[in-house]
């Protein structure tokens, strides 16, 4: 390959909360490991990998001038977007005026909401639901409806939709967040369930609020259909939020932006996300977007794609010949697996407390997935060089499971 996905990367005392807050205490944090292991960070869901080059040489260029003032979104800042936009995911007709900033996919989400609910009212998701919906909007005052995905003879993880039609009509909900690619799940969404699902919207009058901030992270042999391009009337009732930061492991940059066509839509929720003063781009934001979205990046993230094809491969693989009791749906996207552990724990007679501790100790660092609405889940970010990928399943398997 030519970028680097191999090698081991110390982040401590790097600005890295994967490894820095492991073991710091407060909060959802890991215990830090027992002595003789060092962590595996598997549980914060950004990447262990070095960036593409051309996002650090394009802010090097960019700091090369020592003014910093006020500025507007450079026409090579639309154009970048416009030009990923139409090559990785096929949309046409995208302007400069379709496009906004965001601070974050959550802030976005948030002013969307706001801009056609007040708080008390009801949001339809799905569950398993990130956890950054839930802790945004239940501190804005918002009530979550849930809408659970079920899992099909095959084990993919499917939508209800009468369920969720049912509970659109019953809770007299107006607005809806939508995943795709699914987090945690990692399903990636087929054109017909996005289109049946925007079906179902639009009979309940509907604002879909589609966040496709994973939709760059497509494992092999799949595909990212835009929420938006399935139908005229999902065009015109979706507000998409993207973002490089997810793509290019550039959180700490803070970045990201919108995709809304239908301007009473794109009006209200500007108004809404500008109240604050606080929703406005960072100079460098804009150009390690612009260094992200170079011919470069394109190479970088295809490569990406087939490193995280294999690590799922091995850590699906070694679950099922090594852990039984233990279930995964294979993702189709993202870098995370959703493990469910409830026939594994009541076989061993083990609460996933103590089964998420088991796995703290002895360095491997993964996520509580009761967070996500996942009873007996965990959660395992897989966006690590496949050496320490297979020494933290090693570890489960000598140490856990």
Not at 74 to 98: C, K, M
Not at 283 to 306: F, N, T
Not at 362 to 381: C, E, K, L, T
Request: hydrophobic residues 35%.
């Amino acid at each position: 390959m030519k970028y680097d996905f191999t090698s081991v990367i110390d982040r401590r005392g790097k600005d890295a909360m994967a490894v820095d807050a492991i073991g710091a205490g407060g909060g959802s944090a890991p215990d830090a490991p027992k002595e003789g292991f060092d962590a595996i960070p598997m549980w914060v869901a950004d990447m262990n990998f070095p960036t593409v080059p051309t996002i650090a040489e394009e802010m090097v260029r960019r700091a090369g001038h020592p003014l910093f003032g006020y500025f507007r979104p450079s026409d090579e800042y639309f154009q970048s977007i416009i030009r990923w936009q139409e090559t990785r995911n096929n949309v046409t007709g995208l302007a400069p005026e379709h496009i906004g900033y965001e601070n974050g996919v959550l802030g976005g989400v948030l002013s969307a909401v706001g801009a056609f609910a007040a708080p008390g009212d009801s949001v339809l998701l799905h569950s398993p639901t990130y956890v950054g919906f839930t802790g945004s909007l239940t501190s804005a005052g918002y009530h979550i409806v849930h809408s659970p995905l079920k899992k099909d003879e095959n084990g993919i993880w499917r939508m209800d939709f009468e369920d969720m039609d049912r509970k659109l009509k019953d809770g007299k909900i107006h607005v809806a967040i939508f995943c795709s690619p699914h987090n945690p799940c990692g399903r990636v969404w087929e054109k017909w369930e996005i289109e049946k699902a925007m079906e179902v919207y639009k009979a309940n009058d509907c604002l879909v609020i589609s966040d496709e901030i994973w939709s760059d992270i497509i494992l092999p042999g799949y595909k990212h259909i835009p929420t938006q391009s399935v139908s005229e009337d999902a065009r015109n009732r979706t507000a998409a939020f993207y973002a490089p930061s997810k793509t290019f492991n550039l959180a700490g940059l803070v970045g990201s932006y919108h995709i809304i066509y239908n301007s009473y839509l794109r009006d209200r929720i500007e108004a809404q996300g500008s109240k604050s003063h606080y929703n406005s781009m960072n100079v460098m934001s804009m150009h390690a977007l612009i260094g992200a979205y170079k011919p470069e990046g394109y190479e970088w993230v295809d490569e990406l794609r087939q490193v995280i094809g294999q690590n799922v491969d091995f850590a699906c693989q070694y679950i099922q010949e090594h852990f039984e009791g233990v279930e995964v749906s294979k993702p189709q996207g993202t870098y995370m697996l959703f493990i469910d552990c409830e026939k594994w724990c009541q076989s061993h007679g083990k609460t996933i407390e103590e089964l998420e501790k088991a796995g703290w100790d002895v360095g491997v660092a993964w996520q509580d997935g009761r967070m996500f609405h996942g009873p007996y889940s965990i959660r395992i970010n897989l966006a690590l060089p496949l050496s320490r990928v297979q020494e933290a399943f090693r570890r489960l398997d000598q140490y856990v499971f």
